[in-house]
């Protein structure tokens, strides 16, 4: 039987609870969806130490997005911060559209919801490009993971 090998993946993800406000059930679902498909299936290779496996912190702090990268035994990697002012226009524009969609998904026609939709994921992937293109000098990351990330991302800028 082969001896496994060391793979560039995140195993654990933990989020700053402490920066983070109240969330609705909507927020909480895509939160728990995000984790649990990051952790099945990610593509996460830190620039500093490309062996994995990652265990993953991501917080708020002096308004930078802060990714706190640790191997397996939780012994610290490296910490990579990201400005978040240049998230801000589409984390607020995506927002937006979300709202607009779980109101059409309770009231709205399938083509209605189909639309906002769209809209929704238009921008979803716009703010995943960025995040990997940010990320880039640091961590190398995939669409998929870039994706869940900026999922992930948007939970922590929520202040209610």
Known sequence: ????????????????ERTVARRNAEV????????YDLLEDNLF??????????????????????????????QHITRVPLAILPFRKIVKEYFMVCEAYYEAIRNAPPSKIEAVDMGRRGLHDEGSVM??????????????????LFTLLCVLQIRQ
């Open 1 to 16: 039987m082969a001896k496994p090998t060391k793979t560039p993946s995140i195993i654990a993800v933990e989020l700053d």
């Open 45 to 74: 290779r830190p620039n500093e130490n490309p062996d994995g496996p990652f265990r993953l912190r991501l917080g708020m702090e002096d308004n930078r997005l802060v990714f706190d990268v640790r191997d397996d035994a939780d």
């Open 28 to 35: 909480e679902q895509e939160r728990a969806v995000a984790i």
């Open 131 to 148: 995040l990997r293109e940010r990320l880039a000098a640091h961590i190398e990351i995939d669409h998929n993971t870039a994706r869940r």
